[in-house]
């Protein structure tokens, strides 16, 4: 799990980090203990308000579950990059039904997590 934590750690900084505009700032959220990681992001655009969750990626049992990503960035492909194997990364933003088109995990090999429907 030790090489997950360390992928997922540098898909945060990644997001977080490059390119941040001086208005909005970008906060890594980690909760490790229950395993739950997101970077949100906050601040003014002229009048507009911008608040809002742009990855979060949870971890059940030995599945990477990437809740939201709403980057261009592709989460996914980057974990696979660093080492994180397809059959171990969900993702969850995807309807149960088309998941097993994705070439990733389905989420339905952990049958005892009742986030699979």
């Known amino acids: ?29 980690k909760d490790t203990k229950n395993h739950h990681y997101q970077v949100v992001v906050s601040g003014w655009r002229g009048m507009k308000r911008m608040h ?23 989460v996914a492909e980057t974990l696979v990059r660093l080492g994180v194997p397809r059959d171990k990364i ?16 389905t989420g339905e090999e952990a049958t005892s997590n009742p986030r699979t429907s």
């Not at 360390?6 to 900084?13: K, Q, R």
């Not at 969900?90 to 995990?105: I, Y």
Request: aromatic share 8%; hydrophobic share 45%; net charge negative.
């Open 1 to 29: 799990m030790t090489n997950t934590l360390e992928a997922i750690e540098t898909v945060l900084n990644d997001i977080a980090l490059p390119g941040v505009p001086s208005d909005l700032e970008f906060q890594i959220i």
């Open 52 to 74: 809002g969750i742009v990855v979060q990626i949870d971890l059940h049992g030995d599945l990477v579950w990437i809740e939201a990503d709403n980057t261009d960035y592709d």
């Open 90 to 105: 969900v993702l969850g933003f995807q309807p149960p039904s088309l998941r097993k088109h994705t070439g990733f995990a």
